[in-house]
């Protein structure tokens, strides 16, 4: 990667994360230029990073073997199109990051015989602890392909998914798993608040259970349930709080969220797609 240039197209929040962790992992700032249309963006890209940014995005590209597509979903046709002939003569390497953005459209976009691959993270990229499920078609070499890893690793973890589909569960999952996990850290601190713990404390007791559960699970071997069982002491207070939630069938709960938030993913992307 070091001797590769880098352009991002879209230096917002997923923008600004990837460029921190390209610098972190010994990229180095003059191999990464910006597309970036606001002015006010592009002064805080160079002051924080030491980034060359331009609002021109064909010369942007005009020097990258790898291109990060980080504008809003409902823009990337509008950035891609007009590079059209520049890819087809550099045929870098194209990343979109783009929520629900398909790869017909993109490759469209493109043209013929660029390799795209299709990025999906999560939130926690900005804090470089993010979960990115990734997906090329058959077509897209591996060179490319570890490419593209390379870049998202610099944002946390990456797992490839077979079929580009895969990436609708993707966002269901880790895309909008973090609001799922504040979400039950919320209930907790509300849960212990009604339980008379003062609030600043039932918070703080919250989150850093959130954390240090996370914590545990990562470093661990990845079997949740043995790492559920070792709290979980017959007939101890975890057995009773985690009979209520079998009783209130969160099971159940999990898995409907799950498939209403892929379902409404598959929306917004046959949305996109009529663009
Ligand atoms: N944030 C997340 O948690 C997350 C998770 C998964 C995937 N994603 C995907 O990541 C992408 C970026 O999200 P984000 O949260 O980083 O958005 P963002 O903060 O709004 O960043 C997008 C940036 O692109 C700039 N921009 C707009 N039009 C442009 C153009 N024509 N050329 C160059 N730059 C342009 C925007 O400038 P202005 O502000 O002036 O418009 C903004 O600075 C989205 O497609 C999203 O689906 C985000």
């Given at each position: 990667m070091s001797n590769k240039h880098l352009a991002i197209l879209g230096g917002g929040n997923m923008g600004r994360a990837l460029i921190g962790g390209m610098l972190r992992r010994g990229t180095r700032p003059e191999h990464i230029t910006v597309g970036e249309s606001s002015p006010a963006a592009r002064e805080a890209l160079s002051a924080d990073f030491g980034v060359q940014s331009t609002?021109?995005?064909?010369?942007?590209?005009?020097?990258?073997?790898?291109?990060?597509?980080?504008?809003?979903?409902?823009?990337?046709?509008?950035?891609?199109?007009p590079l059209r002939p520049?890819?087809?003569?550099?045929?870098?390497?194209?990343?979109?990051?783009?929520?629900?953005?398909r790869l017909a459209a993109l490759e469209s976009w493109?043209?013929?015989?660029?390799?795209?691959?299709?990025?999906?993270?999560?939130?926690?990229?900005?804090?470089?602890?993010?979960?990115?499920?990734?997906?090329?078609?058959?077509?897209?070499?591996?060179?490319?392909?570890?490419?593209?890893?390379?870049?998202?690793?610099?944002?946390?973890?990456?797992?490839?998914?077979?079929?580009?589909?895969d990436l609708d569960v993707v966002t269901a999952l880790s895309g909008s798993g973090p609001a799922y996990f504040f979400l039950l850290a919320e209930l907790l601190t509300q849960g212990a608040i009604d339980l008379g713990l003062a609030p600043e404390a039932a918070r703080r007791l919250a989150i850093a259970t959130l954390h240090g559960a996370g914590q545990l699970a990562h470093s661990g071997d990845g079997d949740l349930a043995r790492m559920r069982a070792?709290?979980?002491s017959k007939g101890g207070t975890t057995e009773a709080a985690v009979k209520a939630f079998e009783a209130a069938d969160l099971r159940g709960s999990v898995a409907r969220a799950l498939e209403a938030a892929m379902r409404r993913s598959r929306e917004l992307a046959a949305q996109f797609g009529a663009q």
């Open positions: 609002a021109d995005n064909a010369a942007a590209v005009e020097p990258a073997s790898v291109i990060v597509v980080a504008v809003k979903p409902q823009m990337a046709g509008a950035v891609l199109a520049a890819l087809l003569r550099a045929r870098p390497v194209v990343i979109s990051i783009a929520a629900g953005i493109c043209g013929a015989g660029v390799p795209v691959v299709r990025a999906m993270p999560n939130r926690p990229a900005l804090v470089g602890a993010g979960a990115t499920g990734l997906f090329a078609p058959a077509s897209v070499a591996a060179e490319h392909r570890e490419v593209a890893e390379r870049v998202m690793q610099a944002v946390g973890e990456v797992i490839w998914v077979a079929a580009e589909d070792e709290v979980t």
